[in-house]
C-alpha cells in the first residue's frame, strides 16, 4: 500500500533550465496538491488539481511555472528558466475527494538546488 | 489576508512533562484545523483534525483545543517521549471559503531526556 511517491528526490539544476517534478499520488486519491517550503517557513500552497483539470493555482507564480495531472500517469510540476530563488522543497500531497475525512497525505518531497 | 502564528522559538520539554504548542491566526475562523507532524526531510504528516463547532479532540497522548473566539488552537503532547522531537504545523482547512488549507511554519519541539 505504497503512499505518495515523489521523484526525483533531489533535484540540482544550473540557471535557465528546466525542472520537471513528478508525484505519483495514493492509489484510489485522484485529488492532487503542490506545495512549496523555504527553510523556516511554512509550506506555501501552489496549485491543486485534479484528473486532467486545475482547479486552483492562485499560488503558483503566473510565469515559468505550469502543473498538469494527465488521465494517466503522474502529476507534473513545471518550473522552465529556473532562478535560484526556486531553490527549495517542493511537496506533493494527495486526497480521496475536499469532503471532512478527505485527509491530504504528503510525499517526502523534492529539493530542488539551482546552481 | 488569513495569517496563522505559531511559536518561531524551539520549545525544549523534559521527558515525561506535557508540551503545549500554540497556533494563533487572524480573520476568519477555519471549517476545521489540522495538526501535522514534520520530521527533518520529511513531509508532514497528518496528526489530528478538529470542526470550528468542537472544543477538544484527543488521539492517544495528544490533545487539541480550538477556540474561535480567541482564534487560537492549543496543542498537547502528554507524558512526551524523545520520539516526540519534531516539528509541529497547524493549518487552516479554508473550505469554507476558499478551498485552501493555509500551513503554519511550525515549532519545533525537542524533548529532552
Keep these: 500500500?505504497?503512499?505518495v511517491m515523489?521523484?526525483?528526490r533531489h533535484l540540482v539544476r544550473r540557471r535557465g533550465q528546466e525542472a520537471r517534478l513528478r508525484c505519483s499520488p495514493m492509489k484510489g486519491h485522484s485529488h492532487v496538491y503542490w506545495y512549496r517550503q523555504l527553510p523556516e517557513e511554512g509550506l506555501k500552497f501552489m496549485v491543486y488539481l485534479q484528473?486532467?483539470?486545475?482547479?486552483?493555482?492562485?499560488g503558483m507564480p503566473k510565469e515559468r511555472f505550469s502543473a498538469e495531472f494527465p488521465k494517466e500517469g503522474p502529476s507534473i510540476l513545471r518550473i522552465q528558466q529556473v532562478v535560484r530563488g526556486d531553490s527549495a522543497a517542493y511537496f506533493c500531497a494527495s486526497s480521496r475527494g475536499r469532503g471532512e475525512a478527505d485527509t491530504q497525505?504528503?510525499?517526502p518531497g523534492t529539493r530542488l538546488t539551482v546552481l | 489576508?488569513?495569517?496563522?502564528?505559531?511559536n518561531s522559538e524551539a520549545l525544549n520539554i523534559q521527558e515525561g512533562k506535557?508540551?503545549?504548542l500554540t497556533c494563533n491566526y487572524t480573520n476568519y475562523s477555519p471549517a476545521y484545523l489540522q495538526w501535522y507532524r514534520q520530521d527533518?526531510?520529511?513531509g508532514p504528516v497528518f496528526l489530528l483534525l478538529i470542526r470550528e463547532n468542537e472544543?477538544?479532540?484527543?488521539?492517544e497522548r495528544l490533545k487539541v483545543t480550538f477556540d474561535t473566539t480567541l482564534k487560537q488552537s492549543l496543542f498537547h503532547i502528554t507524558a512526551s517521549q524523545p520520539a516526540d522531537s519534531a516539528t509541529y504545523l497547524c493549518a487552516l482547512d479554508m473550505k469554507n471559503r476558499d478551498d485552501k488549507i493555509i500551513f503554519g511554519k511550525g515549532t519545533r519541539l525537542h524533548i529532552l531526556p
Excluded at chain 2, 1 to 6: A, D, F
Excluded at chain 2, 55 to 59: A, D, P, Q, V
Design chain 1, 1 to 3: 500500500n505504497a503512499g
Design chain 1, 6 to 8: 515523489q521523484n526525483p
Design chain 1, 51 to 58: 484528473k486532467e483539470n486545475i482547479i486552483d493555482e492562485s
Design chain 1, 105 to 107: 497525505y504528503f510525499g
Design chain 2, 1 to 6: 489576508s488569513q495569517k496563522i502564528e505559531q
Design chain 2, 18 to 20: 506535557t508540551a503545549t
Design chain 2, 40 to 42: 527533518p526531510g520529511r
Design chain 2, 55 to 59: 472544543k477538544e479532540k484527543r488521539k
